[in-house]
């Protein structure tokens, strides 16, 4: 099952040369995946790169389509932390 | 198509008018004098490296890197307003060939053309194919132009060579820590051998690389500017320690800038009401590394796609589509850039020499002053050159000159209204005036061209004298003529409280 590129991305540019099969396509309102083309990087990288460098939480969707990098998981605060840190960090 | 020439008549007559009539700007405020002549050269004409060559050179960003290998909280990659000026962010991305076009372009549209930059809108090195293609093509199409590149560190070891081969001078990096658990604070990841790392083990390797990849550059005689955004509560304290790290390993300037978070910009540190510092802060940071290290205290903090004098960005009237139907004699061009080039030097020549000789102006004026004064911290309004040459009102910025009895000197410089906030900024003047009386807070005069009667008398409640009186003349020698005035009015006489000050 191929990686996907949704709603989110904001067209960076970081995965596009990252992709080592060259799925990865300019298009708009943003990037895609071309399904076929896509290995999910076996063979070629540990991680998936595309999902590995994207800046965006929830803009790249995973073989089972599920959210490679949900909410919290790349500011580093989870949501349920968010008041707290926000809190902490107003005080500073 | 025909675009508007420079603001001013013509460039020669710039080079002949302009100049800082003082040593305060090219002599003590540079101090370019202590430096070997070959780094002297180096800095000469770079308006980055050099206080006073901001003056007199242009500089542009080509935005030819979208992509980025690391994250920082505060920045946002999604973010693109014309209206808005911060590092990071774009207009219009270019193809290396479409930044070369522009590039030539505007170095006929503007002769004063020094230097070009790559600083994103990501990190160039995080694209090393496209910032290197611009700078091979660069260093062939126009060798006349110094090149220099902004980038976090993280790849630049590896890239150092291929740097050097293009004749890269100059290279930025943006060095927040030097102390991992204070990166994990500033950096959620990076992406590191193909692979993202989060936390302190992502800062540690990112600090690593970054003071890697200084002592490389410094090795091969590369000036590295050292950037630092001042996040209070999380690095305020531990730039001291970076400043000397950094000096240790062969950094040549030290750029400590404030953080830029507003909710709107959509960062991290935006959302979460983290505060930038207030300019009291960030002085009294720079006085306390200004001992151990060379700082810039010019910087404008412009986007990656920034056209123009420091403190202007032309960047949206020099846009690719408008430049792409004229037609650029490029030899005329350079052979034009190279006259205008020779003029601003033979005037800063002239100038100094005069300095040299006879030293009529603000030294002897100093002399006279009597040495106890205290200092004093003057405001003053200019369009970028050193003539007092702006309207009060229409500032958007003022510069914060410190001026005792035996100098003039650049203390720093405050934003009046960088952002378009909505009808605060937009819509009727008032709060707009109040805050701009606020940001001069701490300075008892301000020079400026013309003074509207409504913001003279809020300056006087203010306990800020206003002086329209020194318009069009050069700023340094007026600061110190206004020093001399005080003094002679006996308001200089032993360090006062502020809160004296501001009610004298």
Redesign the interface.
């Known amino acids: 099952m191929a990686f996907q590129i949704v709603e989110g991305c904001v067209s960076c540019w970081a995965c596009l040369p990252l992709c080592p099969s060259g799925a990865i396509y300019e298009a708009r309102p943003h990037f895609l995946v071309e399904a076929a083309k896509c290995t999910v990087c076996e063979g070629d990288y540990a991680d998936p790169q595309c999902a590995s460098i994207c800046p965006v939480e929830g803009a790249i969707l995973d073989g089972l389509g599920l959210v490679a990098n949900p909410p919290g998981s790349l500011t580093g605060i989870l949501p349920e932390r968010v008041a707290e840190a926000m809190a902490e960090i107003q005080a500073r | 198509m025909r675009l508007k020439v420079l603001s001013r008549d013509t460039p020669v007559a710039l080079a002949a008018e302009s100049g800082c009539p003082s040593g305060g700007c090219g002599g003590a405020g540079d101090a370019l004098s202590d430096l070997p002549e070959v780094i002297r050269d180096k800095v000469r004409d770079h308006p980055c490296y050099s206080e006073e060559a901001h003056h007199h050179y242009a500089r542009m960003h080509v935005a030819v890197a979208?992509?980025?290998?690391i994250?920082c909280?505060y920045c946002n990659?999604?973010y693109d307003c014309s209206n808005e000026s911060r590092p990071g962010v774009v207009s219009e991305l270019l193809s290396p060939e479409q930044a070369v076009r522009k590039v030539m372009a505007v170095a006929a549209e503007i002769p004063q053309l020094s230097v070009v930059g790559v600083a994103g809108p990501?990190d160039p090195l995080?694209?090393p194919?496209r910032t290197l293609a611009t700078f091979r093509q660069l260093s062939e199409t126009a060798p006349d132009i110094k090149l220099c590149v902004s980038t976090n560190g993280l790849a630049l070891p590896g890239l150092v060579d291929e740097l050097c081969r293009y004749d890269i001078g100059h290279v930025t990096i943006t060095i927040n820590c030097v102390d991992p658990e204070i990166g994990a604070r500033i950096y959620?990841?990076i992406?590191w051998n193909?692979?993202?790392i989060?936390?302190g083990r992502a800062a540690e390797i990112l600090i690593e690389q970054q003071l890697k990849g200084l002592e490389m550059l410094a090795e091969r005689g590369v000036l590295v500017k050292v950037n630092s955004v001042m996040i209070?509560?999380?690095n305020d304290r531990h730039l001291e320690e970076v400043s000397r790290v950094v000096k240790g390993k062969g950094a040549f300037l030290h750029n400590l800038m404030p953080l830029i978070a507003e909710p709107e910009h959509g960062t991290?540190?935006g959302l979460?009401?983290?505060?930038g510092p207030s300019d009291d802060e960030l002085g009294a940071l720079q006085e306390k590394c200004a001992g151990g290290m060379r700082l810039m205290r010019h910087c404008r903090q412009c986007r990656a796609d920034a056209v123009g004098m420091l403190g202007e960005d032309r960047g949206d009237e020099l846009r690719l589509d408008k430049l792409d139907g004229l037609a650029v004699d490029y030899e005329k061009a350079m052979a034009e850039r190279r006259q205008v080039h020779a003029a601003i030097e033979a005037g800063r020549q002239a100038q100094e020499k005069g300095l040299q000789e006879s030293f009529v102006s603000s030294a002897q004026i100093m002399r006279r002053a009597i040495p106890e004064t205290r200092p004093v911290l003057m405001a003053v309004a200019s369009e970028g050159g050193d003539l007092i040459d702006q309207h009060f009102g229409q500032a958007r910025e003022l510069l914060v000159y410190e001026v005792t009895a035996q100098e003039v000197r650049l203390a720093g410089r405050r934003e009046v209204d960088r952002y378009c906030s909505g009808a605060d900024a937009c819509g009727d003047g008032e709060p707009l005036l109040r805050r701009t009386i606020r940001a001069i807070e701490g300075c008892e005069a301000v020079l400026c061209s013309k003074i509207g009667y409504e913001p003279w008398g809020l300056l006087e409640e203010a306990g800020i004298l206003p002086n329209g009186e020194h318009a069009m003349k050069p700023i340094e020698e007026s600061l110190a003529i206004v020093y001399r005035e005080m003094a002679a009015d006996g308001r200089l006489y032993p360090p006062v409280s502020s809160e004296q000050r501001l009610t004298a």
């Open positions: 979208p992509a980025c290998n994250q909280h990659r999604k990501g995080a694209n194919e959620p990841w992406f193909h692979r993202r989060k936390g209070p509560g999380v991290f540190y979460m009401g983290q505060r």
